[in-house]
């Protein structure tokens, strides 16, 4: 019962963040926001930052394809740009000694893409 009960809290969880991440996602490529539409597509991702400044992306597809993770300044810069070819995945990065401001995530495959903004004070 324990087990269920923690299932949904994570279920319940991430359903949340892919509502508050709606509202981030670029117009520049095919978004894929819901869960079952990324479930249906093969390819999920979820970033995740915590208050002390670190950000966590997790990625998972169902067949190894190159996914791109890339990160841009208010600029649009490129701070860091990396293709990973596995079923699933996750990067950290410690946004804490960077300059103050906004940063881009986009995991991308294909046309498909996910984009969250960061704030960083």
Known sequence: MKTI???LTAISFVFSSA???AGDQSKK?????SL?????????ANIFQNASGR?????MQAE???????VTDSD???IFSESVVEDSARQHFDMSRTEAGKY???ISRGGECFVKNVEVH
């Not at 490529?29 to 926001?33: F, R």
């Not at 079952?36 to 999920?44: F, I, W």
């Not at 190894?64 to 890339?70: A, G, N, S």
């Open 5 to 7: 009960a923690i299932l």
């Open 19 to 21: 509502q508050a991440f």
């Open 29 to 33: 490529c095919q978004t894929v926001s």
């Open 36 to 44: 079952p539409e990324a479930a249906e597509k093969g390819l999920q």
């Open 55 to 59: 950000v966590t992306v997790i990625m």
């Open 64 to 70: 190894k394809t190159p996914l791109t993770i890339r």
């Open 76 to 78: 649009q810069n490129t």
């Open 104 to 106: 881009t995530f986009t």
